[in-house]
Structures are given as C-alpha cells and as structure tokens.
C-alpha cells in the first residue's frame, strides 16, 4: 500500500498550522468589528461601544451571540441551496486566502523545521489572485438566489466592479513582479529581508494602485457600491438573517485582513523588522518577532482602511467605473511601462 | 494504485460527473456554476501534470472572469426553464446527430494523430506549464502566433465599444 507512505509528520503539521491560521484570523477578524466601531466612534467624536465588557471589549462576542441567536429565514421564492451556498462560498473564498501569506521565517520545534506558511507555492501571488476572483460568486449567487431586485442589482454591481477593479490590480502587481522576478510570496519576502529597501520603495505609484484596488476589491466605503443603502436598501444580503448574513458581514472583514496582510508581505517587507539583525538573537524567538511585526503592519493597514472609510463619502457609480477604467488602469500600464524601461536601462 | 492515480480518477469522475451536470440541468444558472466546478477539475489535472502556471490561469480566466460574464448575461436576461420555447423534434434530432459526427471525428483524430498505445502520462514533472519556460516559448519560438492573437483580442475590444457607444 503505497498510499499510506505518506509523511504523516508533515500533514499534521500543515493541519495545525491551518487550524491555528484560520481561528486566529477568525479571532482577529471578530475584534475588527470592535476596533471599526471604536475607530467609527473616535472619529465622529463619541465613546463607542462601552458597555458589554472593560471598555465594551466583550461587545464582539455580544455581537456574534445576536447574530446566532436570531431566526434563520430561507425566503419562500428563494432558490434554497444557492441561498445557502451564497455566504459559505464567500467565506471559503476569503479564507483561502491565508493559504499562501508567509507568516514569519522558520520555527525548530521537537528538531522538526516548521515553516510558518502553509503552502510556499510556485504562483503564489497568482493564488491569491483566483481566490479574489472566486470570492465574487459569493456575491452574485447570493444575490441571484435571493429572489429580490435590490440584491440582484447590487450582486451585479458588486462583479462588476470587482472585475473592472482586478485588471487594475494585476496590471500594479505585473510592475512589482517585473523588478522581483517571481511570484512566490516568500521569495518576494526573503528578497526585502536580505535587500536594502522595501518594494514600496521601488514601486510607490504601483502600492497605491494596489492599495485602491483593494479597497474596492473589499467593498470598502467609499467604493461599497454594492451596499449603498439609499439607493439598494441594504444590498446583496438583504434578504439574509442569522449567522448567513453574519458570514457576510465577516468576509469582508477577513478579506481586509488578508489583504492588509498581501500588501504588508508584497510592499512592506511582511515580516521583516526594519533596523533590526535577525541573526543576533535564537532563530525560534526571531520568527516570533518577525510574526509580531507581520501582525502589527496588519493592524496598521486595518486601521487606514477604516480611517478612510470613516472619512470619504462613498462615490457615485459611473464616477467609481471612470476611475477604475479611465485613471487606475492607465495609470498602471504607465507605471508597468516606467519599470520596463528602468529595468531595461539597467540591464 | 498510488495517490496519483487515486488522484487522476478521482478528478476524472469530478470532471465528468460536473459536465453531465451542466447538460442535464434545468436551470441555466446552475449550468454555470457546474461549469465553473468542471473548469476547477482541469485544473487539477494540470496540477497533476506539474503545469501550476496553467493551472491557476485556467481558474483565473475561465472560471473567473468568463463564467462571471455567463452568469451576467444569463441574470440579466432572466433565463428560466420554463418560458423558454420548447425545441422541434427534428431540431433535437439534428443537434444529437452532428454532436455525434463531431464527437466521432475528434476521437478520430486523436487517435491518427499520435501513437497512444503503451504511452504514459508525465505526471509530476515537466516544466512546460511552469511560467519561465512558457513565457520563453510564448515570447521566442511563439513570438508571432502570439502578437497576432493579442491584436486579435485588441479589435474584438475596440468592437465592443463601438457596439456599447451605439
């Protein structure tokens, strides 16, 4: 039997590594809806959710038990199993991601070498890329499925902004990965760790694009068209209750930290602390700081996101598809242009 | 039987299975989405024959960006089964028989074009469907079939807005 030589080693390494990567994104995913309605809050000049908790902070918790507590509702002319299956898929799509993210360098654990990612794949960023472009049928099934106008409209614009937006985001990636050379997102790590400078660097014009791209990728204000409430009542998930309009609700929240985390390993060094010599201190402790300072740029991205959204008003829809056809995308092949020629000029 | 064959009927039945689907459902959404299933069985084959490069573009164009526009055009026009037309006998007669020519000349075709007996699939190696030695092929040894294509797709964009602009 050779299929049971496997190196069983190796898979429960890599199951407990996923298992510790999606609850700790879950986890991080459930305070990001406290730290959005505090930052909210701040902004706005009030003190927030303070009650549930030392200052409100069981207010999540409070929350997720609502949401489950409540009454699930399958409407009648509502097509069952796509309804269902529309807010599992954006979860699964959102979740994928995390697959691919180098979270720190390498941990010795019992003489096992444990690197902290689950797959280092050959296409890494190309990954993340299919798994985007998957999280659009949550959307659209779910709206389709619902029966209802409103959400049907809304799925439809949620693609196609997600679409218009991806074209964009590849064209920025496609300058980045001209001057790395290749696509997996620990090379690209390892590449700044051991350089001088972080892509950002090299790329400023590129990481902006990037950056707008996954804004809008994420429905964040101001490009959450598809939940425009004026003119959608309340978008895709209308007609959602319980824990299925909670997994809504989340992915977007999971798909910001995953995407804080894309754009802290692709353009801010991932885990690399600046100023720093990892190789004066045990090889364990210093994967854990370079973990710790993963997170902490992730906290920083978190918190612009929500900065923004809590500050631009949200735009108006042909002005959202002008920017994404007529200024982002130019913009990139201008950007993809000036790498070639520099890298050209180097040669 | 290893895992890579286990693997390889596994994908195989997913494939097949999900093709059927997409004939025999009713309802044209879900037509769809069994095609975007059958897209993501060949991409397991390519994974399986070392071609990642492949792999994730099949996902990312096919099921990703094509089966979006399918779902577009078919919510937008509000396909259902059941106020669309019912088809003549003879048309269905007509589709199954050249179906069937079509089928027959393929299998054909394959079999004149290649000596297939006692071959064996490459499985996890190769490095075609690797992105280094494809862009090498496409951008040397391919170089014009290539450029000739991207102008092709760069008309049939500019006749879209033109149509669009009407």
Known sequence: ?347 | MNTLEILFYALSAFAVVSAIMVLVSKNPIHSVLWLILVFFAISGHYILLNAQFLAIVNIIVYAGAIMVLFLFVIMLMNVKSDNEPQKKLLVKFIGVLSGGSLLTLLIALVKQTVQLEGKQVLMKEGTIGLIHPLGKALFSDYVVPFEISSVLFLSAMVGAVIIGKK
């Open chain 1, 1 to 347: 039997m050779t299929i049971l030589a496997l190196d069983w080693g190796f898979i429960i390494e890599k199951l407990i590594m996923i298992a510790i990567v999606v609850f700790a994104s879950l986890g991080i995913a459930l305070y990001t809806t406290f730290g959005e309605r505090k930052v909210a809050a701040i902004l706005q000049d009030r003190p927030g959710p303070s009650r549930a908790g030392p200052f409100g902070l069981l207010q999540p918790l409070a929350d997720g038990l609502k949401l489950i507590m409540k009454e699930e509702i399958i409407p009648s002319q509502a097509n069952k199993w796509l309804f269902i299956l529309g807010p599992g898929l954006a979860m699964t799509a959102s979740l994928m991601t995390c697959a691919v993210i180098p979270w720190g360098s390498a941990l010795d654990v019992f003489g096992r070498h444990v690197e902290l990612q689950i797959a280092d794949v050959n296409i890494g960023i190309l990954y993340v890329f299919a798994v985007v472009s998957m999280g659009v049928y949550g959307i659209m099934i779910g709206g389709w499925a619902s029966n209802n106008k409103f959400s049907l409209m809304s799925a439809l614009r949620a693609a196609s902004q997600a679409i218009s937006y991806e074209l964009a985001m590849g064209l920025a990636l496609i300058a980045l990965l001209m001057t790395t050379g290749s696509l997996s997102l620990k090379t690209i790590v390892e590449q700044q760790v051991q350089g001088h400078w972080w892509n950002v660097v090299y790329q400023p014009l590129g990481f902006l694009i990037f950056f707008i791209t996954a804004m809008a990728e994420c429905n964040r204000t101001p490009f959450d068209l598809p939940e425009a409430e004026n003119e959608l009542n309340f978008g895709y998930h209308q007609e959602y209750s319980s824990m299925k309009l909670g997994f809504y609700l989340f992915a977007e929240y999971i798909n910001m930290i995953m995407s804080s985390a894309i754009m802290a390993s692709m353009y801010f060094g991932g885990y690399d602390l600046p100023f720093f010599n990892e190789a004066s201190v045990a090889p364990n402790i210093a994967a854990m700081i370079g973990v710790g300072t993963l997170l902490i740029k992730i906290v920083l991205f978190i918190f612009l996101f929500m900065w923004i959204r809590w500050t631009i008003p949200r735009f108006r829809y042909d002005q959202l598809m002008g920017l994404g056809w007529k200024t982002l995308i130019p913009l990139a092949l201008f950007n993809m242009l000036l790498t070639g020629a520099v890298i050209l000029a180097k040669l």
